[in-house]
């Protein structure tokens, strides 16, 4: 069982992942981001599950990968709305919060 | 199942050792179909509910057919439980004769123990586990001895009537269906609670009922005083509920679990401090005090009247105020070692018990609705059990509420029989004479009555008379027995019969005797209203005969005595080892006599003096309480209930927004604003001093300076809330990765 080789695309992933989520500016690929890292996370724990020889680690994927898609679901239905409001899916002009 | 081969339990000979006396050593395991299946008798009705709150207006008799069926289902399955479990105690030997059971009591426990082994009876429990947590199984099942098989009898006979009955008084209502479908709802839920097996199963059961109550109270909710009515019906049980939580709780701590039969076995064998029983049966005490109507929380029951009277005669009569009387009968270790029942004189449960009967029936006296004054009648006989129970008289106590059920919703549907004729429960200006004009009312309501005041050979009687020899305090009328000398309950109890029939007595002058004061021209209720009243005064008449007193028939043991005892109480280990008092004809006979001298004396003044002052009149111009000051004043005590409701709203809640906050407003004023003021005056003084020196010099620099750099700080700091959420996310995963790297270090 070569362990590292898993940890190590799950960490690359991961890196990907975090950089589209803080650098991209479009709201859709912040979104694709954020299922890069979830999925970084479903590799480390299928790649420990099969280590350990437990299903719990293939469970626990399904699981994310379940909530993961209701969790697009609401972003892009948000992203969609951003775009009726403001005919932009910009992240800078949707400051409103700005303290 | 024919082979009455007796098995041989472990933990029984640990209690017969511990105890030292009703020395059960071997136990029989009855087995039967509907023994182990005895859910079906609530499930039936739950699935009534549910058809008829779905379907019931599709019906054509508008869902009251259903409720009907699922009632009668019940009630025959109900009594084939019952014959089932009479054979299966048949299959026990009887030690020695019921007849000499009481006398064997009185011996000392050594020589009982003598006399061999008494072979017991187990309850049929079936279980299955609800869910787990944590370790701790939640089971649910149900649980069948001869108390269940009596509250069930109980239960679903009075239902039934109930049901009958209702088809014609609640006929063309406008929510006659939903009607219904509580009373279902309302019979599953103290079916469940009464083959309850564990004591999480009783209180949802304890629950459901509160609720059904709520719900039939408020019934005809439009009138702001029947919702009033339910809403403090369920608040003043809400504050019993406390109770029973906490009481529940501390049981499931002490035994750790939640079997009820374990938790009393248990007690039995010592394994649970007597502080620990203490404080949960007196947590358990207020539970029973509010759901069984016990003086000082007793106040919803009379209002509970607003509901429809067949709903007060099934549930604030016969079976839901007895939920408490059930739990404190099906826990009795609990209160029985709690309490130290045995071998004492007064404790917590007789006192409360015994002030109940006392205070109920005088509170009788004062009421002009017919139906306020069966409430306070059900108060004060509720009493009586809670008070059988606290001396020790179990089987006493379940004789009363077996027999009391029968006479009590045979008072309340003929109350509701009168006020469907008269359309009012107001005695004083719309009955009177009604005997022309009801005579099956009329003749129901007497024979009711009598059972009610104890008049022999009727139930009451021998109940309330086994209820006296169980207090044990009558070593002024000869013999011995009992747990404890329990005098002052004796007295309380005689009293409560003299009681008693006085003011059923009143009611009957004033319901049937006399002239008619009200208008139009009465009526006869329909078949479907008299005919339940008749088989209720039928069983008020006879009911008493199933347990009637050892000895009484000399020469014969078994066969006709104690039958009710025989089959209710349990002789297993799960049962305290209680003692039983011997009847005695000398204390039969005062009882008696002071009963009738009740009777005799409001006789006196309602038949000769009210009548003879005229047909109509209702009490004497000139009467003592007119005339006597003492007199006027406990009247006008009586009317007001004790001021106990003055308590509850006008003081205990009135308080903290009337009195209170005007006390403290005034405490505020006069006290402390005038500490306030003079040390102002004098504070003024040096503050001027400090205020030159030291605030304006230090201080307020220290002040201005925070301020000043607070400021600046949130100056920066704002930039950061710069609403772009990749630069919050850049934040959190900065943050995450220096925890990050911090617990790597030090784990």
Known sequence: MILNQFLLLAAILFCLGVYGALARRNAVLVLMSIELILNSVNINLVAFGAYHGNLSGEVFALFIIAVAAAEVGIGLAIVLLIYRNRRSIDLNQADLMKG | ?747
């Open chain 2, 1 to 747: 199942m024919s082979l009455a081969t007796p098995m041989t339990e472990v933990p029984v000979e640990e209690h017969g050792a511990e105890t030292g006396h009703a020395l059960v050593t071997e136990m029989y395991q009855p087995t039967g179909f509907f023994l182990e299946n005895v859910w079906i008798i609530p499930a039936v009705m739950a699935v009534s509910f549910l058809i008829i709150l779905f379907f019931g207006k599709r019906f054509a008799k508008k869902g009251s057919e259903v409720g009907l069926a699922a009632i009668g289902i019940s009630w025959v399955l109900a009594v084939i439980t019952g014959i089932q479990w009479i054979s299966q105690r048949g299959k026990v030997p009887e030690a020695e004769g019921s007849g000499e059971h009481a006398a064997g009591a009185l011996l000392a426990a050594g020589e009982e123990a003598t006399e061999g082994a008494e072979i017991g009876i187990n309850a049929v429990v079936r279980t299955i586990t609800w869910w787990s947590n944590g370790g701790i199984d939640f089971p649910v099942g149900t649980l069948v001895d001869g108390l269940t098989i009596m509250m069930l009898f109980v239960v679903t006979s009075i239902s039934l009537l109930v049901h009958v009955y209702s088809t014609d008084y609640v006929a063309g209502d406008r929510r006659y269906t939903h009607f219904f479908a509580f009373l279902s709802l309302f019979t599953a839920a103290m079916l469940f609670f009464v083959v309850s097996e564990n004591i999480i199963q009783m209180i949802v059961g304890w629950e459901l009922v509160g609720v059904c109550s709520f719900v039939l109270i408020g019934h005809w909710w439009e009138d702001q005083e029947n919702s009033d009515a339910a809403l403090k019906a369920f608040l003043t049980n809400r504050v019993g509920d406390v109770g029973l939580l906490v009481g529940m709780i501390m049981l499931f701590w002490a035994a750790g679990t939640f079997e009820t039969l374990d938790i009393n076995r248990m007690i039995n064998n010592g394994e649970i401090g007597h502080t620990t029983l203490l404080i949960a049966s007196l947590s358990l005490l207020a539970a029973v005090m509010s759901k069984s109507g016990q003086f000082v929380l007793h106040t919803w029951l009379p209002d509970a009247m607003a509901g429809p009277t067949p709903v007060s005669a099934l549930i604030h009569a016969a079976t839901m105020v007895v939920a408490g009387v059930y739990m404190v009968a099906r826990l009795y270790p609990v209160f029985y070692e709690g309490m130290s029942i045995s071998g004492s004189s007064i404790n917590a449960l007789a006192v409360i018990g015994s002030i109940t009967v006392v205070f109920g029936g005088l509170l009788a006296f004062v009421q002009d609705d017919i139906k306020k004054v069966l409430a306070y009648s059900t108060i004060s006989q509720l009493g009586y059990m809670i008070l059988a129970l606290g001396v020790g008289a179990w089987t006493a106590a379940m004789f009363h509420l077996f027999t009391h059920a029968f006479f009590k919703a045979g008072l309340f549907l003929g109350a509701g029989s009168v006020s469907h004729s008269v359309h009012s429960f107001d005695m004083k200006k719309e009955m009177g004479g009604l005997r022309k004009f009801m005579p099956t009312t009329y003749k129901t309501f007497v024979v009711s009555s009598l059972a009610l005041a104890g008049v022999f050979p009727l139930a009451g009687f021998w109940s309330k008379d086994e209820i006296l020899v169980g207090t044990g305090g009558w070593g002024l009328f000869g013999g011995t027995g009992g747990n404890g000398a329990y005098t002052l309950m004796l007295v309380m109890g005689i009293v409560g019969a003299a009681l008693t029939g006085a003011y059923m007595t009143r009611v009957i002058y004033l319901t049937f005797f006399g002239e008619f004061r009200g208008h139009g021209t009465p009526h006869e209720s329909g078949k479907r209203i008299t005919t339940p009243l008749i088989i209720l005064a039928g069983m008020a008449a006879v009911a008493g005969l199933l347990n009637l007193p050892a000895g009484f028939i000399t020469g014969s043991h078994d066969g006709w005595q104690e039958r009710f005892g025989h089959y209710v109480e349990p002789t297993a280990d799960y049962f305290p080892a209680i003692s039983h008092g011997i009847p005695s004809y000398s204390l039969a006979i005062v009882s008696s006599l002071i009963a009738f001298a009740g009777i005799g004396y409001a006789y006196y003044y309602y038949f000769v003096k009210v009548a003879a002052q005229s047909p109509t009149a209702t009490e004497l111009s000139s009467g003592l309480t007119s005339t006597n000051k003492v007199a006027k004043a406990g009247h006008t005590l009586l009317k007001n209930k004790y001021y106990l409701d003055h308590l509850y709203t006008g003081i205990i809640t009135g308080f903290t927004k009337g009195p209170l906050a005007k006390s403290t407003y005034w405490f505020n004023q006069n006290v402390i604003d005038r500490t306030v003021d003079n040390v102002g005056r004098g504070a003024v003084k040096g503050g001027q001093f400090i205020y030159d020196k030291v605030d304006q010099g230090f201080i307020d620099g220290a002040v201005n300076a925070t301020g000043t750099a607070s400021q600046g700080a949130g100056q920066e700091l704002r930039l950061m809330q710069n609403g772009r959420v990749q630069r919050y996310a850049t934040f959190l995963f900065v943050a995450a990765t220096i925890l990050a790297g911090i617990f790597t270090v030090i784990v």
